[in-house]
């Protein structure tokens, strides 16, 4: 079974960094498409970064040049590294896994069978 757990939520000040890590377990797909998402309180929930079995990546436009999805094969992890945080970046984080070779479409949820239980970001001024 596929389990997918997130880490590294927390607060911090505008302007500040955080790396948030989602561990892979149970996996057995040759190809699998990772992705970030994230959901504020009344919001719907959306995509921020994805990355492919080969290492494409793509992004929400509202975090390129701030966030970095990566991945190591070895440890099954995929992290997002969050820079010049926001206010707006404040949500609930989540790790999505699909097991798919090409990312397309990536931003829908309804794409993802696999989620981990969400790690809270909260960014303040």
């Known amino acids: 079974q596929v389990q997918l757990v997130e880490s590294g939520g927390g607060s911090v000040q505008v302007g500040g960094s955080l790396r948030l890590s989602c561990a892979a377990s149970?996996?057995?797909?040759?190809?699998?498409?990772m992705a970030w998402f994230r959901q504020a309180p009344g919001a719907e929930r959306e995509g921020v970064a994805v990355?492919?079995?080969?290492?494409?990546?793509n992004y929400a436009d509202s975090v390129k040049g701030r966030f970095t999805i990566s991945k190591d094969n070895a440890k099954n992890t995929v992290y997002l590294q969050m820079n010049s945080l926001k206010s707006e970046d404040t949500a609930m984080y989540y790790c999505?896994?699909?097991?798919?070779?090409?990312?397309?479409?990536?931003?829908?949820?309804?794409?993802?069978?696999?989620w981990g239980q969400g790690t809270q970001v909260t960014v303040s001024s």
């Open positions: 999505a896994a699909d097991p798919r070779w090409r990312c397309v479409n990536w931003v829908r949820p309804s794409d993802y069978n696999y």
């Open positions: 149970g996996y057995t797909y040759s190809g699998v498409c």
């Open positions: 990355i492919e079995t080969g290492g494409t990546t």
